[in-house]
Nanobody, 125 residues
Framework: VQLQASGGGLVQAGGSRRLSCSAS????????VAWFRQAPGKAREFVSA????????YYGDFVKGRFTISRDNDKKMVYLQMNSLQPEDTAVYYC???????????????????WGQGTQVTVSS
C-alpha cells in the first residue's frame, strides 16, 4: 500500500488542523493506520492509530483528548483532527500502515512497513 499525507500548515496556538492520509493499493481495510510525528532533534513518536477491521482507536498520552483519528475504508482515507494545538505539537507528521498488526504493537514504529512522506505542522505561539 502507498500512503500520502496532507493537510499540514501553519496554525496559531489553540487552533485546529485536520490531516489526511490517502492510501492506494488493495486490502486497505486490513491495515492498521497510524500517525507518528517527529520534531527537530527528537525521535519519531507515536500520535494515534486506528485498527483494521473494527476500527479501535489508540492515542499517545500527550494527546489528552485533543486529537481524533478516523478512517473511511471506502475512500481509503484516514484523518487526524487536531484541536487545541500548542507550539510543542510542531513537527512533521507521518502516516504509516501495517497489515493485521497485533494490538500490542500499535505504537511501535518498527512494525509499520509502509510510510507516507510526511506533512509539516507548525504551531505559532
Amino acid at each position: 500500500v502507498q500512503l500520502q499525507a496532507s493537510g499540514g500548515g501553519l496554525v496559531q496556538a489553540g487552533g485546529s488542523r485536520r490531516l489526511s492520509c490517502s492510501a492506494s493499493g488493495r486490502g486497505f481495510i486490513n491495515y492498521t493506520v497510524a500517525w507518528f510525528r517527529q520534531a527537530p532533534g527528537k525521535a519519531r513518536e507515536f500520535v494515534s492509530a486506528v485498527k483494521y477491521g473494527v476500527g479501535t482507536t489508540y492515542y499517545g498520552d500527550f494527546v489528552k483528548g485533543r486529537f481524533t483519528i478516523s478512517r473511511d475504508n471506502d475512500k481509503k482515507m484516514v484523518y487526524l483532527q487536531m484541536n487545541s494545538l500548542q507550539p510543542e505539537d510542531t513537527a512533521v507528521y507521518y502516516c504509516a500502515a501495517a497489515s493485521f498488526l497485533y494490538d500490542d504493537y500499535y505504537n511501535t514504529k518498527r512494525y509499520y512497513n509502509f510510510w507516507g512522506q510526511g506533512t509539516q505542522v507548525t504551531v505559532s505561539s
